[in-house]
T-cell receptor
Framework: DTAVSQTPKYLVTQMGNDKSIKCEQNLGHDTMYWYKQDSKKFLKIMFSYNNKELIINETVPNRFSPKSPDKAHLNLHINSLELGDSAVYFC??????????????FGNGTRLTVT | AQKVTQAQTEISVVEKEDVTLDCVYETRDTTYYLFWYKQPPSGELVFLIRRNSFDEQNEISGRYSWNFQKSTSSFNFTITASQVVDSAVYFCALLRGGADGLTFGKGTHLIIQP
């Protein structure tokens, strides 16, 4: 009963390709996020979605687009992949308003390698 | 702007030693939340603890303890009697109210040698 699941776990692709990473949560949370962890282990938020509405869009290239078909899913689509996109991407979810008993729950990450 | 500083990039200790991981944060908000996450070599992010800005009580959970001090904007994490399985990267993070997401520190790589 994985709370936050993302697929695939590993993704190897060539520059210029378009790829998607899927994320699903079964916790009934209102908000979902995408984080990027670079080669130096630095974690930075990319997007968050609350009730199918984009809340945050940090300085992320527009080649990256989050897509949320429903509250339980937030997929990450990446166009025209570049070498610098190689990283580990984490999906997460939380209850809106950050209630005291609701930490962010993270998926296990997707390691993207662009060659 | 929010910021989390983990000044210790890497710490190496021998098993059974106590070790403290430092975390200093900056925020202008009066309501905020502080977290610690563990990332073992397998790569997943494991939630350890969360405190809100109004609760400065220290917390102990087994060999883990946390010292939250608003006066110094610090939220330090201590592992007593460290074990090899504690080897991981540990992240401190800050969250405002709402759905802004976590601001992470750069992490401290903890190495416990047998």
């Amino acid at each position: 009963d994985t709370a936050v699941s993302q697929t695939p776990k590993y993704l190897v692709t060539q520059m210029g390709n378009d790829k998607s990473i899927k994320c699903e949560q079964n916790l009934g949370h209102d908000t979902m996020y995408w984080y990027k962890q670079d080669s130096k282990k630095f974690l930075k938020i990319m997007f968050s979605y609350n009730n199918k509405e984009l809340i945050i869009n940090e300085t992320v290239p527009n080649r990256f687009s989050p897509k949320s078909p429903d509250k339980a899913h937030l997929n990450l689509h990446i166009n025209s992949l570049e070498l610098g996109d190689s990283a580990v991407y984490f999906c997460a979810s939380s209850q809106e308003g950050v209630s005291y008993n609701s930490p962010l729950h993270f998926g296990n990450g997707t390691r993207l390698t662009v060659t | 702007a929010q910021k989390v500083t983990q000044a210790q990039t890497e710490i190496s200790v021998v098993e059974k030693e106590d070790v403290t991981l430092d975390c200093v944060y900056e925020t202008r908000d009066t309501t905020y939340y502080l977290f610690w996450y563990k990332q073992p070599p397998s790569g997943e992010l494991v939630f350890l603890i969360r405190r809100n800005s109004f609760d400065e009580q220290n917390e102990i959970s087994g060999r883990y303890s946390w010292n939250f001090q608003k006066s110094t904007s610090s939220f330090n994490f201590t592992i007593t009697a460290s074990q090899v399985v504690d080897s991981a990267v540990y992240f401190c993070a800050l969250l405002r109210g709402g759905a802004d997401g976590l601001t992470f520190g750069k992490g401290t790589h903890l190495i416990i040698q047998p």
